[in-house]
């Protein structure tokens, strides 16, 4: 695995995605129709795929049929926009969707699902219009936090300034500290709370999984582990060993086929260098000042895999699983593994030869290596055969909450069962949602059984768990235990927590009242709760952004420590 430490600001990535976004991914590729950038059914005849295709569907050679729809921003121009959205016109709104149902299916999906639709190309277009900028303010928001951290404030700077004295920060350095980790300044593990050193009894796995007031171990390992995940290789390995007194066992920047660049930022560590008890995998979530990860919050194309459901095209592509520009990658990485395949249809050793020197989980083997789902897969097993008695968490906040609830569905899919026997638990931080409902009731089977081992923390009014939509055609359903928390850090349990899309006109007026008791919370909290919850001018000034953009900065991670560290059980159920 070849690793980077983080990079300046992304310019070839936003290079990349303004091209890629302008030209409506119709870029002809390999394998592809140089007609329009999609295949057509004669492109499919031709044998290209190697299995069968046809009319956009990819069979497996036991039938299986895969399918999408892909909604792209720069399928259509200006005007086509306009007429879609103002003056109904379904044939200029079909010109944003692609799918492998085409014809009535898709210009059902454009009328009836028009204002949805609208508001995911308006979003994304905005978004990229404005992502050079915003990957240079964050360039420059970075560095401005850092030197005042460095220099002790505005006064110390003044101060080394004046001396000749002053301390300039180094992005790959143990002390540059990410946008998210200034917002929240904690790194230390909640005081009296240790990891368990026993996993072998299944009634004390049970009580530690249980997520109750008093016993939240797990839970704040895993929202610190989200939040460090944020950072660069060497502030993540001094955190985990030197504060948490942990293992550091590797860092990964792996490939990211919706931005594409090594994007996907995961690490791992164990509770200990020999005889671990606890492996833990952390992805990265949404960087604060990346358009295209906010791109891909709003965008709600799906890729339908057989058995497990509809996923979200872009969560699988972060994963290194597949690239929309090409869709047979899907395919090839979230069959069943070849090799299975062919040996239970009675392949020889030949043939299983030729298979893998032809094909290498739908990349070649060099992409293969830079995905994350087979980087973490591969690492995660070498680790649970060297430590025996092991078990695994995976956690994230933002996309990297839906990355950590994705990695054991493939999981599942490829029908790793030794690995998901040892699983623990998932828990993830203001996560989107990533399927429908049959990959909710694929996945119940494997993640609540013996007990629930899939938490999903959602704070107030974050906006992101809201993303994508819930309808009848995206079909986007959230699944697993949701512990919703109210501006109180109240929580309570429940399927989908309040105005689960966000939009509800009831809820806007209460939104913004409670943006306003969130900056004065934040002012007080340092005299109320302690030191150690004192918000700093960066946490206030989002604070003050979150009196007109509400759902941005209740994502926040400081919300989502603080409802771990200080949730209630409500006072009457």
């Known amino acids: 695995m070849q690793r980077l430490s983080p990079s300046p600001p992304r310019i070839a990535r936003d290079h990349h995605y303004q091209a890629r976004e302008r030209n409506g991914n119709s870029t002809a590729m390999a394998g592809e129709s140089p007609r329009n950038g999609r295949r057509t059914d004669a492109d499919c005849k031709s044998g290209d795929l190697g299995d069968s295709c046809s009319g956009g569907h990819c069979d497996f050679a036991d039938g299986d049929v895969f399918q999408y729809l892909v909604v792209n921003p720069h399928g259509g121009g200006v005007h086509d926009l306009l007429k879609y959205g103002v003056w109904r016109d379904t044939k200029s709104g079909v010109k944003f969707l692609e799918s492998s149902q085409r014809g ?41 936090v850092n030197l005042l951290s460095e220099n002790d404030g505005f006064l110390g700077l003044l101060r080394n300034f004046i001396l000749g004295d002053v301390i300039v920060p180094h992005r790959d350095s143990d002390r540059f500290i990410s946008t998210i980790g200034h917002l929240d300044g904690r790194i230390d593990l909640y005081k009296g709370l240790n990891v368990p050193d ?20 797990l839970m704040d390992l895993c929202i610190m582990a989200s939040k460090l995940a944020y950072e660069n290789e060497k502030v993540v390995r001094n955190v985990v060993v030197q504060h948490w007194k942990m293992h550091f066992v590797d860092f990964y920047n792996c490939w990211n086929y919706y931005q594409m660049e090594r994007s996907t930022q995961v690490f791992i560590l164990c509770d ?55 869709m047979v990658t899907f395919r090839e990485n979230l069959q069943l593994d070849k090799k299975k395949f062919a040996l239970a249809n009675g392949a020889d050793a030949s043939d299983l030869e030729a298979l893998a020197s032809t ?10 290596e830079m995905s994350a789902y087979y980087a973490m897969r591969s690492k995660l097993k070498s680790l649970l055969e060297e430590h025996k008695n092991a078990k695994f968490i995976v956690t994230g906040h933002s996309l990297g909450g839906a990355l950590a609830i994705l990695f054991p569905t493939v999981l599942v899919l490829h029908e790793e069962m030794e690995v998901m026997r040892r699983l623990l638990g998932v828990y993830t931080f203001g996560q989107p949602r990533v399927g429908d409902r049959q990959l909710q009731m ?132």
Not at 198 to 217: C, M, P, W, Y
Not at 362 to 368: D, I, K, L, Q
Not at 446 to 452: I, M, N, T
Not at 466 to 494: A, N, V
């Open 442 to 573: 694929f996945m119940e089977g494997h993640l609540d059984y013996p007990y629930p081992k899939y938490f999903r923390v959602v704070y107030c009014n974050d906006i992101v768990p809201r993303l994508p939509y819930d309808d009848r055609t995206f079909l986007y359903k959230h699944f697993g235990i949701c512990l919703y928390y109210d501006s109180w850090y109240t929580e309570q349990r429940m399927e989908e927590e309040p105005n689960r899309n966000f939009f509800g006109p009831r809820y806007l007026i209460p939104a913004y009242l409670n943006a306003v008791w969130e900056l004065i919370r934040g002012l007080t909290m340092g005299y109320t709760h302690g030191p150690e919850y004192k918000e700093g001018w960066f946490s206030i000034l989002v604070r003050v952004v979150g009196l007109v953009l509400p759902g941005l900065s209740a994502h926040s991670p400081t919300d989502y420590v603080n409802s771990v560290r200080l949730g209630k059980e409500p006072m009457f159920n």
């Open 359 to 368: 094909s290498n989980n739908g990349f070649g083997p060099e992409m293969a």
């Open 272 to 326: 200990k260098p020999v005889d671990a008890n606890l492996i833990l995998i952390s992805f990265r979530g949404t960087e604060p000042f990346v358009a295209d990860d906010w791109c891909t919050d709003f965008d709600y194309s799906w890729y339908e895999i057989p058995k497990l459901g509809k996923v979200h095209l872009g969560f699988l592509e972060a994963l290194g699983l597949g690239n929309r520009t090409n």
């Open 198 to 217: 026993q996993h072998g009894d299944s009634a004390f796995e049970e009580s530690i999984v249980k997520v109750e007031l008093g016993n939240r171990t």
């Open 104 to 144: 009535e299916f898709v210009g059902a999906v454009a009328s009836d699902h028009r204002w949805v639709i609208v508001v995911s190309i308006i979003a994304r277009r905005v978004i990229a219009f404005f992502g050079k900028p915003m990957e240079w303010t964050g360039f420059l928001v970075d560095f401005v």
